[in-house]
């Protein structure tokens, strides 16, 4: 399908469009929807197992909710045995944060082909505005969750094309413009926690939701007011095509691979993807959250991660600038492994944590934590965002959209594996629990490890060159 796209003119005006700090104006009614929008759904994501195993699946509650007994029946059909409040909950919450990874296909198709992007965003929004406020019900919580991944699907994908659109093909600002609007999402996993986590934790657990379902409203008013300063949307015809080249030999096997390695980049992540799982169950009895006084929302921890993250991505950024200014820098997949590698000593800490824990039979200091999250977020810098530039540069010639979506996959996998991973806490010495991860992440690295070896020639950046250069 050839498209036919109307926005030339816009793009030719785009490099005198500076009225947003340099930028497009456009540019700044997205990052400002964004933000309110990864407000409602990290605020509400680091609430739900902590609200399902604290609230809504305790006696006098769960009975409430509509569609529970299906639900339930559906865990405990698929393990084959009765699942405790915590595995159930943790497995829905797997379920749901892998979902969240696959929706957004729908939400683009639905976009491209029917409504368009800005009627696809709005929708989307739309859904997660009742889906938060839905939330704070429980009879109306599978309800909630189904409005929920629905709305992120039309709404996220869709948001990050539109900010691609303010720039013209060869517009120098376009990287710093990702930039901007990828600050508001970090600001928003940092600020939501201690928010929403400090209503629910501390005075309700409903308003949380509250919370999150009114940062979406704002959301979405901020994006109905810049309405007319997105891009406009790419016409396309009936019976239009686009003329794609075919697939190599050489082609297929990348591909091939590509998709062997996301069970394997699946098992790497769970470090990291744990955090809005069993970790905060878990570090709620281990950790001592008592500050001068205060007590803090174990919700807020996951705000720490944030500003730890955000802090070691521009370490490690530097580092590798400054590594490529004097060595040979390594190429992606080598950088996954040593990420892999660093990041699997996040739960090693844990596991001493564990240990102390246990023996002291007294919760330990928060230090324990920050020795966890600085370790897991040096490596998870190295790991999917590196990940994401593998995939797209190794994927074949006009494939790199639908390999860029293929990545993501692993994301549900791993998040659908954390679900059963986190339903095992409790079932085993908390020490072990935490090596469990390890060694499941040591075996990644070593996987990937091989991959790099058995198959340079299909994946390094230089042989894909040569091959370039002599087809």
Same mark, same amino acid.
């Given at each position: 399908?050839?498209?036919?796209?109307?926005?030339? %003119?816009?793009?030719?005006?785009?490099?005198?469009?500076?009225?947003?700090? %340099?930028?497009?104006?456009?540019?700044?009614?997205?990052?400002?929807? @964004?933000?309110?929008?990864? *407000?409602?759904?990290?605020?509400?994501?680091?609430?739900?197992?902590?609200?399902?195993?604290?609230? !809504?699946?305790?006696?006098?509650h769960?009975?409430?909710?509509?569609?529970?007994?299906?639900?339930?029946? *559906?865990? /405990?059909?698929?393990?084959?045995?009765?699942?405790?409040?915590?595995?159930?909950?943790?497995?829905?919450?797997?379920?749901?944060?892998?979902?969240?990874?696959?929706t957004p296909l729908g939400g683009g198709f639905l976009a491209d082909r029917v409504i368009g992007r800005t009627n696809a965003v709005t929708v989307g929004a739309l859904l997660m505005v009742a889906g938060g406020f839905l939330m704070a019900l429980d009879a109306t919580?599978?309800?909630?969750?189904?409005? &929920? !991944? =629905?709305? #992120?699907?039309?709404?996220?994908?869709? =948001?990050?094309?539109?900010?691609?659109?303010?720039? $013209?093909?060869?517009?120098?600002?376009?990287?710093? %413009?990702?930039?901007?609007?990828f600050l508001g999402i970090q600001l928003a996993v940092i600020i939501s926690p201690l928010i929403c986590g400090y209503l629910s934790q501390r005075v309700e657990w409903h308003l949380g939701f509250v919370a999150a379902g009114a940062g979406m409203s704002l959301g979405?008013?901020?994006? !109905?007011?810049?309405?007319?300063? *997105?891009?406009? @949307?790419?016409?396309?015809?009936?019976?239009?095509? #686009? @003329?794609?080249?075919? !697939?190599?030999?050489?082609?297929?096997?990348? #591909?091939?691979?590509?998709? $062997?390695? &996301?069970?394997?980049?699946?098992v790497s992540i769970i470090g990291n993807q744990e955090i809005f799982n069993a970790y905060l169950v878990w570090g709620e009895k281990n950790f001592q959250t008592v500050i001068f006084g205060f007590n803090m929302p174990i919700t807020w921890i996951v705000s720490v991660d +944030?500003?730890?993250? +955000?802090?070691?991505?521009?370490?490690?950024?530097?580092?590798?600038?400054?590594?490529?200014?004097?060595?040979? /820098?390594?190429? @992606?997949?080598?950088?996954?492994?040593?990420?892999? +590698?660093i990041s699997a000593l996040g739960p090693l800490v844990l596991a001493g944590c564990a240990a102390v824990a246990t023996q002291t039979h007294h919760p330990v200091p928060l230090y324990w934590a920050l020795g966890f999250h600085i370790l897991n977020d040096i490596g998870f810098s190295n790991v999917l965002p590196v990940g994401l530039a593998l995939y797209s540069r190794a994927a074949p010639k006009g494939l790199g959209g639908m390999m860029i979506a293929v990545y993501y996959v692993h994301l549900f996998i791993g998040n659908t594996l954390i679900g059963y991973l986190g339903g095992l806490l409790g079932t085993m010495p908390d020490t072990a629990f935490w090596l469990m991860h390890v060694v499941l992440m040591a075996i990644s690295a070593a996987v990937l490890l091989a991959a790099r070896f058995a198959f340079a020639s299909w994946l390094a950046p230089a042989a894909e060159e040569a091959q370039l250069a002599t087809s």
């Open positions: 399908m050839t498209v036919v796209d109307n926005t030339a %003119g816009a793009s030719a005006r785009n490099p005198r469009d500076t009225a947003f700090i %340099g930028h497009p104006i456009g540019l700044g009614w997205l990052a400002a929807s @964004e933000f309110w929008e990864r *407000f409602a759904y990290y605020g509400m994501q680091t609430l739900l197992v902590l609200y399902m195993t604290h609230w !809504l699946f305790t006696p006098g769960v009975e409430h909710v509509w569609g529970f007994p299906a639900l339930r029946g *559906f865990f /405990e059909w698929l393990y084959g045995k009765s699942l405790s409040p915590l595995a159930l909950a943790s497995n829905i919450n797997g379920l749901y944060a892998g979902l969240v990874y696959v919580f599978i309800v909630a969750l189904l409005c &929920l !991944l =629905i709305g #992120v699907g039309c709404f996220k994908g869709n =948001i990050a094309s539109q900010v691609g659109d303010l720039y $013209a093909i060869n517009d120098k600002r376009r990287a710093d %413009g990702f930039q901007i609007y979405l008013l901020i994006y !109905l007011m810049g309405r007319r300063t *997105f891009p406009p @949307e790419p016409l396309r015809r009936k019976g239009d095509h #686009v @003329e794609r080249p075919p !697939l190599t030999a050489h082609d297929w096997k990348v #591909v091939i691979l590509l998709v $062997a390695l &996301l069970p394997v980049l699946a +944030a500003f730890v993250s +955000a802090i070691t991505m521009v370490g490690v950024i530097a580092f590798w600038r400054w590594f490529g200014r004097h060595w040979k /820098e390594p190429d @992606e997949i080598t950088k996954i492994v040593i990420g892999v +590698a």
